[in-house]
């Protein structure tokens, strides 16, 4: 401590980071500021200038807390209640993904593809509501039907529509893949039909993080087949059968993934495989489809 009794900001964030390094929490100086600063109330860039500042008494206590819960490797997100995703802050819990940096890709592919005015959007297995408010955003003219199978998922992507201000054209639908279509819309009704999901294998788990093997959700991460693209022939169908001529099917996938996407697509002639766009990492990672 700076003067052998009241700490100061950087004193307990240096704390933090030490605490966080001998539990092998990666990024442990990052996490200690993010931790630390949502202590006091404030963000890890105005945590800063300050970390010269005696910490207010009870920031310790609620601080160790925080690292706690860290150095046992409980996601940073699921402890401060949010996460970033098309530089809108979301909320997210232990109902839902978190969002990741490459599932932006999707938006970003949908955005290049001017879709028309009033454009009907399908977000298949939403989450935390991400791509469908993120859209929601970008589109102020289009509407967006965002389905989930989960009821707790989908109350957060439910605060996350409100908390954006795009509630009022985002219909939520409780159900499994495209079955909430079949009561939504006709056949041919969508401009675009997106997803992000569930695409780890069974064998895949042990390898992840602990962070995600035993904290996210196993429904949004495994299908229950345990193969990573046993999702997908049903979202190609849903494709085929609900987007307009013109419409487009834009897809995350897994690592390795692409290479049984043309298997998938053959026998559905009513989709053409237009890209598989690659990651920031080189992976190749969304697939964008076009009905014909």
């Given at each position: 401590m700076s003067d052998g009794s009241v700490p100061t900001l950087g004193d307990l964030a240096r704390e933090g980071a030490s605490y966080l390094?001998?539990?092998?929490?990666p990024l442990a100086r990052f996490d200690a500021q993010v931790l630390l600063a949502r202590v006091l109330g404030i963000s890890r860039s105005d945590l800063l200038?300050?970390?010269?500042?005696p910490a207010p008494p009870d920031a310790g206590r609620?601080?160790?807390?925080?690292?706690?819960?860290r150095g046992e490797r409980e996601p940073l997100q699921h402890i401060t209640g949010v996460q970033e995703f098309w530089s809108l802050e979301f909320e997210v819990s232990a109902a839902v993904l978190i969002p990741r940096p490459e599932t932006e890709l999707v938006v970003e592919e949908v955005l290049r593809r001017a879709a028309p005015p009033g454009s009907l959007i399908a977000d298949i297995g939403t989450g935390s509501g991400n791509i469908a408010v993120a859209l929601a955003r970008e589109l102020p003219l289009a509407r967006v039907l965002a389905i989930e199978v989960s009821p707790a998922a989908l109350e957060v992507a439910r605060r996350n529509a409100a908390r954006h201000g795009v509630a009022s054209r985002i219909e939520f639908l409780l159900g499994d893949l495209a079955e909430p279509l079949e009561r939504a819309v006709q056949p041919g009704a969508l401009d675009f039909l997106v997803s992000n999901p569930p695409y780890v294998s069974q064998a895949e788990l042990a390898t992840l993080d602990p962070e995600v093997?035993?904290?996210e959700p196993r429904q949004a991460l495994i299908p229950p087949s345990g193969d990573s693209?046993?999702?997908y022939p049903g979202l190609l169908d849903a494709a085929a059968r609900f987007l307009r001529p013109g419409g487009h099917a834009i897809v995350?996938?897994?690592s390795g993934g692409s290479d049984r996407i043309p298997a998938m697509m053959a026998g559905r002639d009513a989709l053409e495989l237009l890209t598989v766009r690659v990651d920031y990492?080189?992976?190749p990672r969304i697939v964008v489809a076009r009905h014909r």
């Open positions: 390094e001998a539990h092998d929490v200038p300050r970390v010269e500042r609620r601080f160790r807390s925080h690292l706690k819960r093997r035993e904290h693209l046993s999702f995350e996938l897994p990492s080189g992976i």
